[in-house]
């Protein structure tokens, strides 16, 4: 089956650091990706998706600038996390699909990544 | 605005059957996921409805109502392994998946 990879899977930093999330897709090629953020006993938010090679999408109310996506290659995303703060601190989480955006193919979920700021 | 209900918490008995609801109001639907997500975990794929009707797939079954905007997921037999948070989600007229906050299932033995 699809597999994708997220690391680190957990990382605590100090507060005005920068931390990048990879995200893997590790036996296809993902057109799209998508990144999550899920905070304690609510439900994800989406933050943004992503198509390889080009811009992405962000959300309303997601910092463009904050949170950096790169979507180099059709196996690897990442999201940068830049001057994180204590409220940054979340669990998230990317998926990948090896359709355009247009359609739905399923999604499949990385493990997620825990990040702490202190 | 888009919405989707369901309950925040269960609890059922473990070799027993518990329903989770799934209420939706969306801005068009292109389908119903169920994922299952343990805790600290992503979630995994459970089930994907787009006509109405029951689909079963082993212990878990799902049912779909587009003229309600109602969904159940049914689980029997449950084990304790069953412990999680379920999770609805709608695709919308976008092809943008919008999610429920997830229902915490307790298992007691």
């Known amino acids: 089956g699809a597999v994708v990879s997220q690391h680190p899977s957990r990382v605590i930093c100090k507060s005005g650091t920068s931390v990048k999330i990879e995200c893997r897709s590790l036996d296809f090629q993902a057109t799209t990706m998508f990144w999550y953020r899920q905070f304690p006993k609510q439900s994800l938010m989406l933050m943004a998706t992503s198509n390889e090679g080009s811009k992405a999408t962000y959300e309303q109310g997601v910092e463009k600038d904050k949170f950096l996506i790169n979507h180099a290659s059709l196996t690897l995303s990442t999201l940068t996390v830049t001057s994180a703060h204590p409220e940054d601190s979340s669990f998230y989480i990317c998926?990948?699909?090896?359709?355009?955006?247009?359609?739905?193919?399923?999604?499949?979920f990385g493990p997620g990544t825990r990040l702490t700021v202190l | 605005g888009q919405n989707i209900d369901q309950p925040t918490e269960m609890t059922a008995t473990e070799g027993a059957i518990v329903q989770i609801n799934c209420t939706y109001q969306?801005?068009?639907?292109?389908?119903l996921f169920w994922y299952q997500q343990h805790a600290g975990e992503a979630p995994t794929f459970l089930s994907y409805n787009v006509l109405d009707g029951l689909e079963e797939k082993g212990r878990f079954s799902s049912f779909l109502s587009r003229s309600k905007g109602y969904s159940y997921l049914l689980l029997k037999e449950l084990q304790m392994k069953d412990s999680a948070s379920y999770l609805c989600?709608?695709?919308?007229?976008?092809?943008?998946?919008?999610w429920g906050a997830g229902t915490k299932l307790i298992i007691k033995p």
């Open positions: 998926s990948a699909t090896n359709g355009d955006s247009g359609s739905y193919n399923e999604q499949f």
């Open positions: 969306t801005s068009g639907f292109n389908g």
């Open positions: 989600a709608v695709l919308d007229s976008n092809y943008q998946l919008i």
